[in-house]
């Protein structure tokens, strides 16, 4: 089978190359699955790199999102058939054309969604609606975040208001304001205007905001964290302009703020059964009535991975980028 292999931590551009690799066998409790489409995501990236809290022995395959068909099952297997549709969203290396994930690992897709809508379920729609779990606001509370164009900002936001919060979305450029204005989403500001931090308060009327989160570092999160009201929480969910955080230690202080971290890989790990089965529930039913979308910007063969990858990581882009067998 041909795979997405890299031998040396780098620039994902310069490093991913298509090989040939032995067909995997499924182990006990194990299914194999053939793959139909995979996204590109900036952790697959960063893992690439080297730089992500998961380092992989070299050399090593990619991907850890995707959605396939059940084409072997392992020994011990029940509940899952040959031929069903099923996704994984924490199954390392699927950047493949077929790839073996634990059974129990994998969910079926609902015939409701698309292939396309599939591929990209799991991962970030599960840390976004699990984000908003974390934070138990309550309706008509506000909260604050960058990156609000990005694939878990746009999610965030969908999310938040199908459930009655109020999001006030932080983007760099005027032209991410109108973008996500004609995907429905409101309350969006660009920093790039001199009086962007009125132009939040006229939207929440000045009313408190208690929580606030952080996909960029910087200087990016101690915008967010001024925004803040007293005892609001800044929660770190990304580090898109490296990993120091500038933070005020007076906003720290006398706002009286907590700052935390979310990896949505521990949350899901660590989240029990039942309620990991609430929020998928609630996902499946979002994404199918429209209130949450998952546009897909582009779609490329295996062949053409660094092309895909410098169109993931082109600004501006809407939707995720694909990698298609």
Known sequence: MRAIIHHTFAEPETVLNVEDRPLPKPSAGEVRVKTI??????????????????VPELPARAGTEAVGTVDALGDGVEGLRIGQRVVTGGTFGVWAEYFTAKAA?????????????????????????????????????????????????????????????????????????????????????????????????AITNCAPIVAGVDSVGGSSAGDVLSLLATNGTLVVFGAMDGSILELSSG?????????????????????????????????TARVSSGAVTLPVSATYGFDDVCDAVQASLTPGRIGKVLLKP
């Open 37 to 54: 489409l995979s996204p590109i995501h900036n952790h697959d990236l960063w893992t690439v790199r080297g730089t992500y809290g998961f």
């Open 105 to 201: 690992g994998l969910i079926p897709v609902p015939d409701a969604l698309s292939n396309e809508a599939a591929a990209q379920f799991v991962s970030m729609p599960f840390s976004a609606i699990s984000l908003l779990h974390t934070l138990s606001l309550e309706k008509d509370q506000w909260m604050l975040q960058n990156a609000a164009n990005g694939a878990v900002g746009r999610m965030v936001a969908q999310l938040a208001t199908a459930r009655g919060i109020h999001v006030v979305g932080l983007v760099r450029r005027q032209e991410a304001v109108d973008q996500l204005r004609d995907q429905g989403i409101m309350n969006v500001v660009s920093t790039s205007d001199v009086a962007w931090r009125d132009n939040v308060a």
């Open 251 to 283: 906003d720290l202080i006398f706002k009286q703020a907590t700052v935390k971290g979310f990896w949505g890989s521990t949350v899901s790990r660590e989240m029990d059964a039942a309620t990991k089965g609430e929020l998928f529930s609630e996902l």
